[in-house]
């Protein structure tokens, strides 16, 4: 059997003691894109290089994959 129950259990006159947590401000999709944009932009030339090789590599086992990823993050740079 359901009870319903005629009162409501909190006092809804009674103003909000305690906040937890915060949220943060929305911000517009292209702000945060321009921003990620820029971190990337930074970061490519702090590293000196262009883009890593595009496309898709097969390896026979990580031991090769983190080899050549390394061979590839350390080769010879332009300035």
């Keep these: ?3 319903i129950m005629s009162e409501v259990p909190i006092n ?3 103003p909000i003691g305690k906040w937890v947590g915060r949220r ?3 911000t517009s999709g292209l702000e ?3 921003k990620l944009q820029h971190t990337g ?3 490519r030339t702090s590293m000196g290089s262009p883009r ?3 496309g898709v590599f ?3 086992s990580h031991e090769d994959a983190n080899e050549w990823w390394m061979k590839v993050w350390t080769r010879n ?3």
Excluded: C, Y
């Design 12 to 14: 809804l006159d009674e």
């Design 77 to 79: 740079r332009p300035n």
């Design 41 to 43: 932009s930074k970061l």
């Design 58 to 60: 097969r390896f026979k």
């Design 24 to 26: 943060a401000p929305l």
């Design 32 to 34: 945060a894109g321009m």
């Design 52 to 54: 890593p090789p595009r």
């Design 1 to 3: 059997m359901i009870q």
